[in-house]
């Protein structure tokens, strides 16, 4: 995953995923830092809203049969 702010950008990778107190936890690295997103459930719920779309739910399917190494 690539995260671009006005200043750089970050490769980010998750290494883990948990639930806690309601609240969805990604654990990984930013470059070489470490990192953590935190994401409640109201946030989830507009976060899977855009996910549920036509062209996402293609991108994810043809992703999940790909031919192409993973990163």
Same mark, same amino acid.
């Given at each position: 995953?690539? =995260?671009?702010? @006005?200043?750089?950008?970050?490769?980010?990778? =998750?290494? +883990? /995923?948990?639930?806690?107190?309601?609240? !969805?936890i990604? /654990?990984? =690295? #930013?470059? #070489?830092? @470490?990192?953590? =997103? +935190? &994401?409640?459930?109201?946030? !989830?719920?507009? !976060?899977?809203?855009?996910? &549920?779309? @036509?062209?996402?739910?293609? !991108? &994810?399917?043809?992703?999940?049969? /790909?031919?192409? @190494?993973k990163?």
């Amino acid at each position: 995953m690539l =995260v671009k702010t @006005p200043a750089m950008k970050l490769g980010v990778e =998750v290494r +883990e /995923s948990k639930t806690e107190d309601g609240r !969805l936890i990604l /654990s990984g =690295v #930013a470059n #070489a830092m @470490p990192c953590t =997103v +935190e &994401i409640g459930g109201d946030e !989830l719920v507009r !976060l899977m809203g855009k996910f &549920i779309r @036509p062209a996402v739910m293609g !991108l &994810i399917i043809k992703s999940m049969f /790909s031919s192409k @190494p993973k990163d």
